[in-house]
């Protein structure tokens, strides 16, 4: 073998190497958003919505590690804890709120009309409530409010804003993010939007699973 085609040969052994790490990462699920789980939506799509009353839609750029959906964690109606990824086989809105962000009491009536509209089998809007006093006060003010459809959630510590905080997709309240059947995230919004409105049932439509 001469003497230059033994560089040539090793180069391409290290670039197939880094190709098949690549792969690998991708393809078994080190990587929330790999080509087996997280193709099923398409973000063109998704950013070809993001109009009018949801505009402020980010679509989501770069791969989610593994397991981020199970660190946004919070308790359930039951007491119980739960995360983004017992939600898996659902498109989820996982939305944080607090009784002391107005914005976030604003969009309220707006995520219980969604929920109500397209609540079900293939869909949940999971408004998590972050307030770390007075616990007593969101659910009476959802009550008086009127609002019935959504399910309550809670994280009295709010860590999970913090964790949407180090991760860079949290700077301030109300925040939305949007992840699909799989429990990869589509995108986010920061402030409040309008999700009953007809172009918010539209970007959640087209993140919902096939119907069975």
Known sequence: MSKLLKPALAAIAVVVAITATAFGLYGTGSFGRNGGDCGDVGTGDLARLARGEVAAFE??????????????????????????????????????WATWCEPCKREMPALDKLQAELGGPRFEVVAVNVDTRNLDRPKAWLEDTGIRSLAYFSDKQAKIFQTLRRAGLAEGMPTTLLFDAHGCRLGRVSGPAEWASPEGLALVRAALPPAS
């Open 59 to 96: 679509v989501a750029n770069s791969p989610d590690k593994a397991g981020f959906a199970r660190e946004l964690a919070f308790d359930g109606p039951d007491g119980a804890r739960r995360s983004v990824a017992d939600f898996r086989g659902r498109a989820v809105l996982l939305n944080l």
